[in-house]
T-cell receptor, first 115, second 115 residues
């Protein structure tokens, strides 16, 4: 079974600084997707970024980028120029590529942005 | 356009009562998912529909949980004889994709509290 681990329950960053959230996963598959979702207090899960495992290039979306290390099964999220609106719970998630329907989520990292 | 909507947003039930949670997916989306999110945890998969067919219900925790999507649009998650451990946020997600469902759009969730 696939597992996703986020070892940082809480992180904090100063506004305009950079922060990195960690995620590791375990799978025997070679074809899969990885995601970072943001969940603000409103509870709405918002997709931040997606990475396909077959792509060697790390995904980027504006201030958000990932460091995908397939051999190490590591998938970290870097947030640059942090803004107050980035404060939220962040979840790393995995989707199997061959039978991919269900998302498997990590435990989450609560990010605080200090002004 | 309109996103995924869920109702009610909050539900308080006395132990032993039956509850029904509704999900309205994005129009035209073929895939629909239910996830359960306990306090301070990541969401966990409950069940998956492709149109009206329930393709995967392996995540339903007991036979007290039942989900349906009779016309391939609106879905209802029913919990019979609620227990305290059922207290959680129930998230619904929909997708225009089937098969490799790597796009999932989440609703705001229903927070169920069982007293």
């Amino acid at each position: 079974a696939q597992t996703v681990t986020q070892s940082q329950p809480e992180m904090s960053v100063q506004e305009a600084e950079t922060v990195t959230l960690s995620c590791t996963y375990d799978t025997s598959e070679s074809d899969y997707y990885l995601f970072w979702y943001k969940q603000p207090p409103s509870r709405q899960m918002i997709l931040v970024i997606r990475q396909e495992a077959y792509k060697q290039q790390n995904a980027t979306e504006n201030r958000f980028s990932v460091n995908f290390q397939k051999a190490a099964k590591s998938f970290s999220l870097k947030i640059s120029d942090s803004q107050l609106g980035d404060a939220a719970m962040y979840f790393c998630a995995y989707l199997a590529g061959t039978s991919g329907s269900r998302l498997t989520f990590g435990e989450g990292t609560q990010l605080t942005v200090n002004p | 356009g309109a996103g995924v909507s869920q109702s009610p947003r909050y539900k308080v039930a006395k132990r032993g009562q039956d509850v029904a949670l509704r999900c309205d997916p994005i129009s035209g989306h073929v895939s629909l998912f239910w996830y359960q999110q306990a306090l301070g945890q990541g969401p966990e998969f409950l069940t998956y529909f492709q149109n009206e067919a329930q393709l995967d219900k392996s995540g339903l925790p007991s036979d007290r949980f039942f989900a349906e999507r009779p016309e391939g649009s609106v879905s209802t998650l029913k919990i019979q004889r609620t227990q305290q451990e059922d207290s959680a946020v129930y998230l619904c997600a929909s997708s225009p994709r089937s098969g490799r469902v790597y796009e999932q759009y989440f609703g705001p969730g229903t927070r169920l509290t069982v007293t």
